[in-house]
């Protein structure tokens, strides 16, 4: 079984610049979350999705960040304009569901990105 | 809102032994999961073991075993036999299922396991 799959695996951008990652889940995961990793962190929610549809995006600063999961499939997440204190590691991860028995989240190995 | 604690930052274990991180955790819901995830240097995280609130047996995964004192909210991992492969940071997550599975992990515990 192909595990999640996520690019860039790094990215360097200028402060005020653009940047777009991608995240592939498993095959057949209706869920799927993206968190921001600060270095020396635990993994902080931005998003989550249930199929096409956003559960939580409460931690999402809308101001600069915009994810999207057309189809219930693919999805990505844009920074439109970057600052310094983006720079993290920005992981996406699937579950089956949300049912109990279903909720083991598998994760990607991450976009490290890095404002200047 | 839920809080997740791991007052260790740093620990080392001599290979073949045991050591336990500790994880503490806040809130008021009386259904939820509690989770150790693995995150070894430069790869992915992994799930390494789940526990249910409801549930008052411990969870155990081979080498691995849990703590799980509902009443004072802690939910510390035992790693038993200490293996090299084990070098890695630790993440204590909490879940509530209300919520459509929001999680809320720790600060983590990087563990060293020497030779």
């Known amino acids: 079984e192909a595990g999640v799959a996520q690019s860039p695996r790094y990215k360097i951008i200028e402060k005020r610049q653009s940047v777009a990652f991608w995240c592939n889940p498993i095959?057949?995961?209706?869920?799927l979350y993206w968190y921001q990793q600060i270095l020396g962190q635990g993994p902080k929610l931005l998003i989550q999705f249930q199929n096409n549809g956003v559960v939580d995006d409460s931690q999402l600063p809308k101001d600069r960040f915009s994810a999207e999961r057309l189809k219930g499939v693919d999805s990505t997440l844009k920074i439109q304009p970057a600052k310094l204190e983006d720079s993290a590691v920005y992981l996406c991860?699937?579950?089956?569901?949300?049912?109990?028995?279903?909720?083991?989240?598998?994760f990607g190995p991450g976009t490290r990105l890095t404002v200047l | 809102a839920q809080t997740v604690t791991q007052s260790q930052p740093e620990m080392s274990v001599q290979e073949a032994e045991t050591v336990t991180l500790s994880c503490t955790y806040d809130t008021s819901e009386n259904n939820y999961y509690l989770f150790w995830y693995k995150q070894p240097p430069s790869r992915q995280m992994i799930l390494v073991i789940r526990?249910?609130?409801?549930?008052?047996q411990n969870a155990t995964e081979n080498r691995f075993s849990v703590n799980f004192q509902k009443a004072a909210k802690s939910f510390s991992l035992k790693i038993s036999d200490s293996q090299l492969g084990d070098t890695a940071m630790y993440f204590c997550?909490?879940?509530?299922?209300?919520?459509?599975?929001?999680?809320?992990f720790g600060t983590g515990t990087s563990l060293t396991v020497i030779p």
């Open positions: 991860a699937s579950s089956l569901g949300v049912a109990a028995g279903d909720n083991e989240q598998f």
């Open positions: 095959s057949g995961h209706a869920t």
């Open positions: 526990q249910e609130a409801y549930k008052q």
């Open positions: 997550a909490f879940m509530r299922p209300n919520t459509g599975n929001q999680f809320y």
